[in-house]
């Protein structure tokens, strides 16, 4: 990592003095006369700029010696992606951390430097390799990134939630509460306890549970995004509203470290806040970190608008806001995007519907319409053929539906974020029946790809103004002009669909 240059140093001053919350999650600021770093959104007094040194992540912050705020509370902070297509170092830094970043990972029973040495096989490389590459680019070790993650996650839970130290030691991934503590001291000087206040209550509660705030970087559109899900909600496991104020409820299921967690989530939108207020039922309490950033992703919170408007504003000037929907699970979302196959919407809503009221296991939430979890893979690999031509799924589909439910089962593809999409993409168009466009499609909204492109999708071929949107022509026409968006072509998707494209006037 390098350090500052003066000009960035004063712009990263003049940033913390607006307090503007565009700049929230892209830096942090370590302020030597209190030994505190804090978001550039603080609302404390802004420090002088000589006692000021920046940093580009907590990590960086908390190796320097300096302790979270417990004001403005890092943790709550967007994630900054700095994504490029060109350098091989920074591809693999990027896609390192996002495994780090996994909670799901943290809860595996091993020593941190056992999971650092995955992480490192998974990519390729040796941990050696993987050291020096976070050294180069993060200023930090694999080791000490990872140990941030954890110890972020866990002064959430302690600052908005009611669980005990001992389940917030074992949910944020530390083996004993012994080791909890230490790590605790070494890092922050505190006691876990001494971070605990009363809990946060909203609007957003619904029968028990806990209540967390998420935040992001404006601007979000808030109303088209749930819109957008609005459109395509599945009766029985989901319920989106867009107005007259945006919330959302849906029921989960989420495996972790070998066991399974059920119950129900819902969401209250606050976008004056820039503030996601999520509630949690009981029985997910134990993977609250797993839920926080599925939930983060399933609403592309921790997108920075500034360079996706940057490449994209000139085409689609009236979409800057517009994120890319995501979704809670990544093999609910693929076979959502099987039965959405040449299909409008509405019929991929209804096929869906039926496999849910047919394989979809009971709940009990505090909403009686929401009552079903998505059917698991293993049910789908074993579902009746003839049952499945009852409920009008042609037989093309059916075999793509059970392949993919076999290769999930199978391990052969992971549909997690952070796992890597061009891998993963190879694998989909391997199995019968799905092509490129549903393979970008699950890339886009699953993978967490920015850089997808559903190349044949009609309906995104008319949105670009192209004539005969169905011929060869239209969709080279298509993949050509998209050059110019990477990597962001996942948003100019999304800008295109919303009907934001306005073809350049000619010059006079």
Not at 131 to 144: A, C, T, W
Not at 169 to 195: E, K, V, W
Request: with cysteine.
């Amino acid at each position: 990592m390098q350090t500052p240059s003066p000009t960035q140093h004063e712009a990263r001053y003049r940033a913390l003095c607006s307090k503007d919350a565009r700049f929230d999650g892209g830096f942090f600021v370590g302020v030597t006369s209190t030994g505190i770093y804090c978001r550039p959104v603080c609302r404390v007094r802004t420090p002088r700029q000589e006692n000021c040194r920046f940093f580009d992540l907590a990590a960086q912050a908390e190796k320097a010696g300096f302790r979270p705020c417990l004001r403005c509370r890092p943790e709550l902070a967007p994630r900054h992606r700095h994504w490029t297509t060109t350098d091989a170092t920074q591809i693999l830094a990027h896609q390192a951390t996002l495994l780090l970043d996994d909670p799901g990972t943290w809860l595996e029973p091993a020593a941190e430097r056992t999971r650092i040495a995955a992480v490192a096989a998974r990519l390729g490389v040796s941990d050696r390799h993987l050291r020096r590459i976070f050294d180069m680019h993060l200023g930090v070790s694999p080791l000490q990134y990872l140990q941030t993650c954890r110890l972020l996650a866990a002064k959430q839970l302690l600052t908005d939630t009611r669980l005990p130290v001992s389940d917030v030691a074992l949910a944020s991934g530390f083996s004993s509460l012994r080791r909890f503590n230490a790590a605790f001291a070494d890092h922050y000087r505190i006691n876990p306890t001494q971070m605990r206040r009363d809990p946060v209550t909203s609007t957003a509660s619904v029968g028990s549970g806990e209540s967390i705030r998420l935040s992001w970087r404006p601007p979000l559109d808030v109303g088209s995004m749930m819109k957008f899900f609005e459109e395509r909600q599945l009766g029985g496991v989901e319920r989106f509203c867009s107005a007259p104020k945006p919330s959302f409820k849906r029921t989960v299921r989420l495996s972790v470290a070998g066991h399974t967690h059920t119950g129900w989530i819902s969401g209250v939108w606050a976008p004056e806040k820039n503030l996601l207020l999520l509630q949690v039922s009981d029985g997910l309490l134990k993977v609250l970190p797993s839920v926080i950033r599925r939930v983060r992703t399933l609403f592309d919170l921790d997108a920075d608008p500034t360079p996706i408007n940057a490449a994209l504003q000139n085409d689609f000037p009236a979409g800057n806001g517009l994120r890319v929907p995501g979704c809670f699970d990544g093999f609910e979302l693929a076979v959502r995007a099987v039965m959405g196959q040449q299909v409008t919407v509405a019929a991929a809503r209804t096929l869906t519907a039926r496999l849910i009221q047919q394989w979809g296991d009971p709940i009990v939430t505090p909403d009686p319409a929401i009552d079903r979890l998505f059917p698991l893979p293993q049910t789908l690999a074993q579902a009746d053929e003839d049952l499945l031509g009852r409920m009008g799924i042609v037989r093309q589909r059916q075999v793509a539906l059970k392949a993919l439910a076999h290769a999930v089962l199978a391990g052969h593809i992971d549909l997690n974020p952070s796992r890597v999409a061009p891998d993963t993409l190879q694998t989909l168009q391997g199995l019968p029946g799905i092509g490129p466009w549903t393979a970008q499609y699950i890339a886009m909204r699953a993978l967490r790809w920015p850089d997808a492109w559903p190349e044949g999708d009609v309906a995104l071929v008319k949105a670009l103004e192209l004539e005969n949107p169905r011929s060869q022509a239209a969709r080279r026409a298509a993949g050509q002009m998209a050059e110019r968006w990477r990597p962001w072509r996942s948003y100019a998707v999304i800008r295109a669909w919303a009907g934001t494209y306005r073809a350049a006037q000619p010059t006079t």
